[in-house]
T-cell receptor, first 114, second 114 residues
Framework: DTEVTQTPKHLVMGMTNKKSLKCEQHMGHRAMYWYKQKAKKPPELMFVYSYEKLSINESVPSRFSPECPNSSLLNLHLHALQPEDSALYLC?????????????FGSGTRLTVV | GESVGLHLPTLSVQEGDNSIINCAYSNSASDYFIWYKQESGKGPQFIIDIRSNMDKRQGQRVTVLLNKTVKHLSLQIAATQPGDSAVYFCAENPGGTSYGKLTFGQGTILTVHP
């Protein structure tokens, strides 16, 4: 299995809703990431988990809450989002080591906040 | 701040031509670079990578060139096909404490005409 699987593929939520995005990989990668991508822009890093511990938070607002239950799963909990948070949310994973070899992205969750 | 950028935002070629996509980076500490292809509605797809101790690497129909002196990266696609039409991003890993973090360039839209 060489894929990163993200669910759901599409999500529409209201500003008062609570929802979660899920990401799963079975490649044995010990680093997992959340990126946000706006239309016609490059992906921007949000969070990095290394060995199931949060190692980088790129000053992301607290309405986004990541969670790494185990080495294969990564969640992103969403609460009280704003319309400007609408974007493609990408999960990625990579192998351990100083580089980012085998840095694999999922297909993303297209989020619309109404 | 540090950035990774592209010289040309769009590139239009005929099927069968060779394509060259360029990328400039500003962080001299970067030690690992990746080219990604992103089709509409999909996540970035790994194409090829290169480490800073190399200046050229070849894959199937693709070649990446790295010029550390001028901080320039290029992706060459041989015999470009309509299926190569997509947005192409270069990405760099700054190394050091930025473990696993990728910084993306702005992207180049490649359009291949049959």
């Amino acid at each position: 299995d060489t894929e990163v699987t993200q669910t759901p593929k599409h999500l529409v939520m209201g500003m008062t809703n609570k929802k979660s995005l899920k990401c799963e990989q079975h490649m044995g990668h010990r680093a997992m990431y959340w990126y946000k991508q706006k239309a016609k822009k490059p992906p921007e890093l949000m969070f990095v988990y290394s060995y199931e511990k949060l190692s980088i938070n790129e000053s992301v607002p607290s309405r986004f809450s990541p969670e790494c239950p185990n080495s294969s799963l990564l969640n992103l909990h969403l609460h009280a989002l704003q319309p400007e948070d609408s974007a493609l949310y990408l999960c990625a994973s990579s192998q351990d080591g100083p580089g980012a070899e085998g840095y694999t992205f999922g297909s993303g969750t297209r989020l619309t906040v109404v | 701040g540090e950035s990774v950028g592209l010289h040309l935002p769009t590139l239009s070629v005929q099927e069968g031509d060779n394509s060259i996509i360029n990328c400039a980076y500003s962080n001299s500490a970067s030690d690992y670079f990746i080219w990604y292809k992103q089709e509409s509605g999909k996540g970035p797809q790994f194409i090829i990578d290169i480490r800073s101790n190399m200046d050229k690497r070849q894959g199937q129909r693709v070649t990446v060139l790295l010029n550390k002196t001028v901080k320039h990266l290029s992706l060459q696609i041989a015999a470009t096909q309509p299926g190569d039409s997509a947005v192409y991003f270069c990405a760099e890993n700054p190394g050091g404490t930025s473990y696993g973090k990728l910084t993306f360039g702005q992207g180049t839209i490649l359009t291949v005409h049959p």
